[in-house]
């Protein structure tokens, strides 16, 4: 293995005990600490320096004709034949200097070759997972959030457990930079968990791949490493890992379990890199960051008549609510949620949420993705919906789908053999 400089400093260069206090979801009256940085609305990078840029420079490494190369990998990674992309989901950069004391080799890469890029917005799993795997937009892609509502229906679509309705095909149309690779000759592997293997977001996000279940880390090395020296040509491997989004949802950020789930990481990722072949890489990235929303800083709109009074359907998830209204009272609506939430949340219009750039172009057919009334959260707090959604999205401790940096900031650690 050979590094060199990153560009970008690791962000433990900040100061350590500000970030644990905003990702702990602690007060933002904290004597000495300046949660503004880490709290900061950050736009979705454009024209390089996002998730959305990722495939397609490693498209363009392995010689894939059209593919564009906008994080500058070529001249790090000439003479590579041989790519493969871990996504730790998770893993935000700012979450990487308190992890360090239980992930040493993490923490020297990002220290080393890392440097932080944007998820798209909503910055949650399956948006991220699919702009990836397609190097678009959300609003290009159209999978626009963790759950939404299918138009002309009341139905709300979970897209973790999505499975052939609505067909993925016609969901998400636009073609992957997996079958990009495919087509232009490169073998392509995907290695996550077994049960996701023909899922609605494995199809839309990873198809073009030859799928590889693998349970924990040493299946996950093994058959990564193994697709990776598999044959002659160009070749690409596309790893995922789900733990400490996991352990960080249901114990919070810097918990004993989130611990133990990034020094697993760590354990992976010395797998990976030790006897990286000369002309491979191994790219590490992320879907998105995580922060605790302490119990004080947690709105439930469906014990609020105020919250609920003109809404038909509610989608999105705590950070970020969709909210789809009876005809006309789209501005009432949007009057209410902004009396009752006031500085923790900006309320939008679907026209207004979309007129930000947040999810890049909007095709009209996805539009009615998107909440008539879009609630976006500030600082560490949420909206849940106790009775509407299953009662165990009100008992995760660390959340995320909002704007802020620590969610919408992920790694890139570029290394090669």
């Known amino acids: 293995m050979t590094t060199s400089p990153g560009t970008h400093p690791l962000p433990g260069t900040h100061p350590l005990p500000g970030i644990r206090q905003v990702l702990k979801g602690g007060p933002s009256s904290t ?86 890029l944007t998820c798209g917005f909503p910055s949650t799993t399956p948006t991220s997972l699919v702009t990836l795997g397609t190097g678009v937009p959300s609003g290009v892609h159209g999978v626009l959030g963790f759950t939404l509502r299918v138009p002309g229906t009341d139905r709300v679509l979970n897209h973790i457990e999505w499975t052939d309705d609505p067909q993925p095909l016609r969901w998400q149309p636009v073609t992957t930079q997996l079958e990009r690779a495919r087509a232009a000759g490169v073998a392509v592997t995907v290695v996550s968990r077994p049960e996701f293997g023909g899922s609605g977001l494995t199809v839309a996000a990873n198809r073009g791949g030859d799928y ?29 890992h789900p733990d400490v989004d996991r352990h960080g949802h249901l114990s919070g950020v810097d918990s004993l379990p989130w611990r133990a789930a990034v020094a697993e990481v760590d354990a992976l990722l010395t797998r990976l890199v030790d006897g990286l072949p000369p002309d491979a890489a191994l790219l590490v990235t992320a879907d998105h960051g995580q922060l605790d929303v302490p119990s004080g800083h947690r709105f439930d709109l469906d014990t609020d008549p105020r919250l609920i009074d003109g809404v038909r359907v509610v989608a999105g998830e705590p950070r970020v609510r969709y909210l789809h209204v009876a005809p006309g009272a789209t501005a009432d609506v949007v009057a209410a949620w902004s009396g009752v939430l006031g500085a923790a949340a900006r309320v939008l219009t679907r026209e207004e949420a979309v007129a930000t750039g947040w999810f890049g172009p909007v095709p009209e057919e996805h539009l009615a993705r ?16 106790s009775r509407s959604e299953s009662p165990a999205v009100s008992r995760l401790v660390a959340l995320h789908g909002a704007d802020t940096a620590v969610e919408m900031t992920v790694p890139l650690l570029v290394v090669r053999g």
């Open 31 to 116: 004597p000495g600490v300046n949660k503004g940085p880490f709290l900061s609305p950050v736009p979705p990078a454009k024209g390089g320096g996002g998730l959305v840029d990722v495939l397609p420079s490693v498209l363009a490494v392995l010689g894939v004709p059209g593919a564009v190369d906008l994080l500058g990998l070529g001249a790090e990674l000439a003479g590579v034949r041989r790519i493969a992309v871990l996504l730790i989901d998770g893993l935000g950069w700012y979450q990487i200097p308190v992890a360090a004391p239980y992930a040493p080799v993490l923490a020297g890469l990002a220290d080393t070759v890392g440097r932080p």
């Open 212 to 240: 590889r279940g693998a349970a924990g880390i040493d299946e996950v090395a093994a058959r990564m490493r193994a697709a990776l020296v598999a044959g002659p040509g160009p070749t690409l491997v596309s790893g995922y």
């Open 370 to 385: 998107i909440g008539d009334v879009v609630v976006v959260c500030n600082d560490t707090y949420a909206v849940l919906a």
